[in-house]
T-cell receptor
Framework: ETGVTQSPTHLIKTRGQQVTLRCSSQ?????VSWYQQALGQGPQFIFQ???????GRGNFPPRFSGLQFPNYSSELNVNALELDDSALYLC????????????FGDGTRLSIL | QKEVEQDPGPLSVPEGAIVSLNCTYS??????FMWYRQYSRKGPELLMY????GNKEDGRFTAQVDKSSKYISLFIRDSQPSDSATYLC?????????FGAGTRLTVKP
């Protein structure tokens, strides 16, 4: 069974730039959720995709957007990067959205200069 | 008041000790409760997933949920140095999962 994989592992960007992060879900899972984890904090829910549709969103501005593809992999896009966007971005996959247990990848560490 | 409160520690115990980790929450809509373990530079790893009030045991780990008090606990028996990590409680209502800030645990040989 293949787990959740994320790419890249590290990324450095400057303010105002745009970034795309990628996630491959665990085999058999059709739901992907994205989280932002600041240093010393718990992950914060950004949004969830279920069968290629957004299925819930946390308190993040519209410059955070996403996609899910027919193979259930997903992208997180962030436009107009700000210094506060520096964080670990985690992807989690699960089955059929809702209340199923979520399994995480190791994340992408994004640094904004 | 935060929706999920978790003592950040740090917590340091000798090898073999029983560890108790706790979280409280304010939103009674949460129906599912989880504990994750996160090693440095890694993603959270699911340890326990529970729904109802009561106890659930898995090896050296026991998860306890008290919905009436809005309080959940994780007990680790016979703690090992390999248990040294940050432990995150999490609560789920449909697709919205909320985490505590995490408790940093060190188990000393």
């Amino acid at each position: 069974e293949t787990g959740v994989t994320q790419s890249p592992t590290h990324l450095i960007k400057t303010r105002g730039q745009q970034v795309t992060l990628r996630c491959s879900s665990q085999s058999g899972h059709n739901t992907v959720s994205w989280y932002q984890q600041a240093l010393g904090q718990g992950p914060q829910f950004i949004f969830q995709y279920y069968r290629e549709e957004e299925n819930g969103r946390g308190n993040f501005p519209p410059r955070f957007s996403g996609l899910q593809f027919p193979n259930y992999s997903s992208e997180l896009n962030v436009n107009a990067l700000e210094l506060d966007d520096s964080a670990l971005y985690l992807c989690a996959s699960s089955l059929d959205g809702g209340n199923q247990p979520q399994h995480f990848g190791d994340g992408t560490r994004l640094s904004i200069l | 008041q935060k929706e999920v409160e978790q003592d950040p520690g740090p917590l340091s115990v000798p090898e073999g000790a029983i560890v108790s980790l706790n979280c409280t929450y304010s939103n009674s809509a949460f129906q599912y409760f989880m504990w994750y373990r996160q090693y440095s530079r890694k993603g959270p790893e699911l340890l326990m997933y529970t729904y109802s009030s009561g106890n659930k045991e898995d090896g050296r780990f026991t998860a306890q949920v008290d919905k009436s008090s809005k309080y959940i606990s994780l007990f680790i028996r016979d703690s090992q140095p390999s248990d040294s990590a940050t432990y995150l409680c999490a609560m789920l209502n449909n697709n919205d999962m909320r985490f505590g800030a995490g408790t940093r645990l060190t188990v000393k040989p």
